[in-house]
């Protein structure tokens, strides 16, 4: 099992930045590729961006390119979101998520942080 704890969430004006957290534990983090998802209310959820086991490699989705950027450090069991340029659309309940293979379901979900943004 892996345990994941998201952090950083908040309420924040358009165009503010956030840094958002996830504290991994259970097993060995750098072993698993990382994934950020969100969910809007009366939204599915959505993918966000992920990044690979070395944090080498990174994708995000076409609506937060260049503006969020996602990264790891293995030595502290953490994956980070640093989203900015806001927008009042980028509101959602912000989820980290684990999976042990590149191409495989994610496996391991965290709670979730909130992100308000106000226009």
């Known amino acids: 099992q892996v345990q994941l704890v998201e952090s950083g969430g908040g309420l924040v004006q358009a165009g503010g930045s956030l840094r958002l957290s996830c504290a991994a534990s259970?097993?060995?983090?750098?072993?698993?590729?990382m994934g950020w998802f969100r969910q809007a209310p009366g939204k599915e959820r959505e993918f966000v961006a992920n990044?690979?086991?070395?944090?080498?490699?990174?994708y995000g989705a076409d609506s937060v390119k260049g503006r969020f950027t996602i990264s790891r450090d293995n030595a502290k069991n953490t994956v980070y979101l640093q989203m900015s340029s806001l927008k009042p659309e980028d509101t959602a309940v912000y989820y980290c998520?684990?999976?042990?293979?590149?191409?495989?379901?994610?496996?391991?979900w965290g709670q979730g942080t909130q992100v308000t943004v106000s226009s």
């Open positions: 998520a684990a999976k042990a293979t590149r191409t495989g379901k994610y496996d391991f």
């Open positions: 259970g097993r060995t983090f750098s072993n698993y590729y």
């Open positions: 990044i690979n086991w070395s944090g080498g490699i990174t």
